[in-house]
């Protein structure tokens, strides 16, 4: 059974300041994907890493992807209030059928003036 | 252009009550989920659809019920509403499993009291 792992739950920063945010996930996976969530709203989609190696950054975020660690991470560069969310990661359990995500329990991010 | 539209927006629910969260795109997806939310937590997999007739069951889907008899709705069906159902819903799509990303709605809130 696929676990996805996310830390840390809780991030508080200083504007202007740089961080990262892990997800590991337990067993194989091609496709990895980032979302973000404000307070009271859906998801939206940050980041889809297809292959091992994929990097992709916009803006201050950039996210990568090791599969063989089956590691990714999410990093902030110089963060604004602005970026303050809940920031979930999610892996793709290919099953034959579909896409069946399955979601890390959320990297909440408070980004301080 | 509407994407993926949810209603309720939020519902509470007496325990034994049943109701129907109605989930509807307009983009021709093939590949329907239902996501429930509980707080602080990811999302995890209820029902999905491959297609219209076809459907399938996620990672927690004791407790509901769901139906594809066209391409663009896809409800679920609360039967007996208990507390632990209390939870955000949030329904989702894409066109197939190649899509990069998943188009969410913008979610149910519902209280089972």
């Known amino acids: 059974e696929l676990k996805v792992e996310q830390n840390p739950l809780f991030l508080s920063m200083q504007e202007g300041k740089n961080y990262t945010i892990y997800c590991n996930y337990s067993t194989t996976s091609d496709r990895l994907y980032w979302y973000r969530q404000d307070p009271g709203k859906s998801l939206e989609s940050l980041f889809v890493l297809l292959s091992n190696g994929a990097v992709k950054q916009e803006g201050r975020l950039m996210a990568s992807l090791d599969t063989k660690a089956r590691l990714s991470t999410l990093h902030i560069t110089a963060a604004v209030h602005d970026l303050s969310a809940t920031y979930f990661c999610a892996v793709d359990s290919w099953n034959g059928a579909t896409n069946k995500l399955i979601f890390g329990t959320g990297t909440l991010l408070a980004v301080q003036p | 252009n509407a994407g993926v539209t949810q209603t309720p927006k939020f519902r509470i629910l007496k325990i034994g009550q049943s109701m129907t969260l109605q989930c509807t795109q307009d983009?021709?997806?093939?590949?329907m989920y239902w996501y429930r939310q509980d707080p602080g937590m990811g999302l995890k997999l209820i029902y999905y659809s491959v297609g219209a007739g076809i459907t399938d069951k996620g990672e927690v889907p004791n407790g509901y019920n769901v139906s594809r008899s066209t391409t663009e709705d896809f409800p679920l069906r609360l039967e007996l509403a208990a507390p632990s159902q209390t939870s955000v819903y949030f329904c989702?799509?894409?066109?197939?499993?190649?899509?990069?990303?998943?188009?969410f709605g913008s979610g149910t809130q519902l209280s089972v009291l």
């Open positions: 989702a799509s894409s066109y197939s499993y190649l899509d990069e990303k998943l188009f």
């Open positions: 983009m021709n997806h093939n590949y």
